[in-house]
C-alpha cells in the first residue's frame, strides 16, 4: 500500500488521538472524576513495591482465664515492658475487636446496629515478632494483615495524640476508625451514636482479651483528629476513634 505525505500525517494524527483516549479513560471515571484523586498515597508502600499480605495465625476460642476474672482484672495501663507481641497475640486480639465468628453471616465478635460494620481496625506494629515495622489494615474475613505502609509511626502518632507516652512506647497500636457513612446511609443521624457504641463494644472485648493473654493497654479518645488521620494516611471518609496502645 502506498501512502503519500498527507496519509502519513493523517495516520500519524489518528494514532496521537487513540493514544489521549486511552489515557484519559484510564485516568477519568465516566464522570469525568480522577480515579486517582481518592487513592491513597502510600509512599513507601508504592516505593518498595510491598502491600504484602500478612496471614495470622487462626484465633483460639479457648482460654484459662474466666469471663469473671477477665472482667474483674481488666485495668488502663499505659506503660509496658521493653518486650514484643507475638503475632499470635496480635491475631487474638484483633479477632476479639472485630474478628468474624459466623461466616455465612458475616457476623462478629462485637455488635454492629443493622450488622454494618462501619469500623476498620489497623495495627501500627513496632515490635512484633515476625512482623516487619510497618503500618496495616486487619482484614477480618481473610483473618490477614495488610501492609500499608513500612517504617515505624509510633512516635508521630505519639505527638498527634497530645504527647501520651503510651502511644509511642507500646509495641503495638491498635487503631480503631469508623466510616460514618456506613452506618447513617440506613439511620441517619442516630447512626453517629450506635457507631460510637460500637467502638466502645470493641474497646473493652480488646481489653478483656487482653486479661486473658496478659496484655495491658488502655483506650485513648484524646488525640487531634487531623494530625491522626494525616499519620496514618486515612481517607477523607474515615474517622479515628480509639489508638489503644498494647503491651506487657
Ligand atoms: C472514651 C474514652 C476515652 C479515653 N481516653 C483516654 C485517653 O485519651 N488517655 C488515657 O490515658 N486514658 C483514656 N481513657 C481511659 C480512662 O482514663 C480509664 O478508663 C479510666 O481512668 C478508668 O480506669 P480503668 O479503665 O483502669 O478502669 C479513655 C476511656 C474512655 C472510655
Known sequence: MVINKNGRGIMFLLLLLVVLAVFAFSYFDINGNSFHENEREYP?????????????PEPSHDGD???EKAVAERRSVRSYREEPLTLEQVSQL??????IT???RGLRTVPSA????????YVVAGDVTDLEVGFYEYLPH????????????????????????AVRDAPLVMVISANYQ??????????????????GHAGQNVYLQGVSLGIKGVVIGAFE????????????????????????
Open 44 to 56: 513507601l508502600l508504592k516505593e518498595e513495591g510491598k502491600g504484602e499480605i500478612v496471614k495470622l
Open 65 to 67: 482465664v474466666s469471663l
Open 94 to 99: 484483633l479477632w476479639s475487636a472485630q474478628g
Open 102 to 104: 459466623e461466616e455465612n
Open 114 to 121: 443493622g450488622a454494618l460494620y462501619p469500623l476498620t481496625v
Open 142 to 165: 481473610q483473618n490477614e494483615l495488610r501492609l500499608l505502609s513500612l517504617g515505624d509511626l509510633r512516635k508521630d502518632l505519639y505527638e498527634a495524640a497530645l504527647n501520651q507516652s
Open 182 to 199: 456506613q452506618t447513617t446511609g440506613n439511620y441517619g443521624d442516630r447512626g453517629i451514636r450506635y457507631v460510637h457504641m460500637e467502638a
Open 225 to 248: 483528629d487531623e494530625q491522626v488521620r494525616e499519620v496514618l494516611n486515612l481517607s477523607p471518609e474515615e474517622d479515628p476513634l480509639y489508638l489503644i496502645p498494647l503491651g506487657k
